[in-house]
């Protein structure tokens, strides 16, 4: 975070008419939502059973194979697990920094000093139905991964952003990665981690052909003679940082940092289809495909469970997210009423909360009902069980309404009836 902060506040106003309208318009952005919402629940569903059967499929069939040191054509075709070290001979070379290893993975991740803009409103309800906004801007100095358009700040002034260097984010891959006498296919090259900084260091020549192509592109000088020159000690380095900027403990808007990250070698664990003398994803009956890497040593049912596990939480925060899609869609469905009721805004509150608590059962209710319709396919019994749960909330959402409409009132007394005793 940056050490300088300050501020602008602006007050807006909305009349109650345009809130009106606006909450008209968003009825249809409302069912947009719950539309969304479902289609992305049905898939949701129908996704998690098609990997949960293939994971269980490829389980079935697949064979250890007890040594990589040689291919082995009894494997020829099968899905096999096995472990090992990934090695490569490849050294991997950043174009820009000159930047070279032996790795199987080269990163070069990119970091700007510049003015950041942050945004807080606050709505505050007026009588008749108009709503003010008090909106804060604060702007602080901060490293974040790509350059900042200053000219979108509601305060520019100030506040303007540059840039000493444009360059973005990048990674490489060694083609050739060895495990044992098999070789590694780009998908699970990609799966290996283990990345640590990559320590880098860069003599005075590299130091000046950097200055060179930053600040002198079309200078005639030589790259050695740009040392000394205006603006040569603006490349540092540090540990795994090239570092763009005057002083690296003292960062100015606009500098950079380009820190560099390998992947070395090591022992993994995979779960693949032999295919010669490399390897495939198994395809399961189903047509979805299955494959693994994990890091270490590890057991084959182990990597097994992890992969029904992350199905089941993959499953779960798409749930979710249809859920949330779902009640804010009926939210905005009866969001009409809630301005409405704003003419007053105690009652506007009220009428509110009760809106919401509605949009929330029957965003669950119907999420719930679209969960199960989509299981009976494939798991009935959990299907009706579901299907019951969302029919008891919109049971429960029907009889209270009822409840609220038969609710005896207290008969006024007649004032010419004499007052009761005590």
Not at 146 to 172: C, L, Y
Not at 261 to 281: C, H, Q, R
Not at 314 to 340: E, S
Request: hydrophobic share 45%; with cysteine; proline share 5%.
């Amino acid at each position: 975070m940056s050490d300088e902060n300050d501020s602008y506040t602006e007050v807006t106003s909305t009349s109650w008419f345009s809130r009106l309208g606006d909450s008209f318009k968003g009825i249809g952005t409302g069912f947009l939502l719950i539309i969304a919402a479902t289609a992305l629940l049905w898939w949701n569903e129908g996704r998690t059973v098609r990997t949960g059967d293939a994971i269980v499929e490829a389980q079935l069939a697949t064979e250890p194979m007890p040594a990589i040191t040689k291919v082995d054509s009894a494997f020829e075709g099968k899905m096999v697990y096995a472990t090992g070290r990934a090695v490569t001979k490849d050294e991997l070379t950043d174009p820009v920094f000159g930047v070279k290893v032996n790795a199987i993975k080269l990163r070069r991740k990119v970091e700007y000093y510049q003015w950041v803009e942050h945004r807080r409103s606050e709505k505050r309800q007026k009588l008749g139905g108009g709503e003010e906004t008090v909106t804060t801007y604060t702007y602080s100095r901060e490293w974040v991964n790509h350059p900042v358009d200053s000219q979108s700040f509601k305060q520019m002034v100030g506040h303007e952003n540059k840039t000493r260097i444009q360059t973005e984010a990048a990674d490489w891959l060694a083609p050739n990665v060895t495990f044992g006498a098999y070789r590694f296919p780009a998908f699970l090259t990609r799966s290996i981690g283990g990345e640590k900084p990559l320590d880098i260091s860069l003599t005075d020549t590299q130091r000046a052909e950097l200055q060179k192509a930053f600040f002198a592109p079309n200078a005639s000088l030589d790259a050695s003679q740009v040392v000394g020159q205006q603006g040569a000690s603006m490349i540092h380095t540090q540990t795994n940082t090239i570092y763009v900027g005057r002083e690296p403990g003292a960062p100015s808007i606009g500098d950079v940092r380009v820190t560099f990250f390998e992947t070395p070698a090591a022992e993994v664990s995979i779960l693949a289809k032999v295919n010669g003398d490399t390897f495939v994803p198994f395809r399961a009956s189903n047509g979805n495909t299955f494959s693994r890497l994990s890091m270490g040593i590890q057991d084959m049912n182990s990597m097994f469970d992890a992969a029904k596990s992350g199905n089941a939480t993959m499953a779960w925060i798409l749930r979710g997210l249809g859920l949330v899609l779902c009640v804010t869609g009926f939210g905005m469905v009866f969001a009409p009423l809630k301005v409405l009721a704003d003419v007053i805004p105690l009652l506007g509150s009220i009428v509110g909360a009760g809106t919401g608590l509605v949009a929330g059962l029957l965003g669950t209710a119907w999420s719930m009902v679209i969960i199960a319709i989509a299981w009976i396919r494939f798991r009935p019994v959990l299907g009706a069980c579901l299907l019951g749960a969302a029919l008891v909330l919109v049971i429960l959402l029907f009889v209270k309404g009822r409840m609220k409409k038969s609710a005896p009132t207290a008969p006024a007394q007649d004032p010419s009836e004499p007052a009761p005793r005590s």
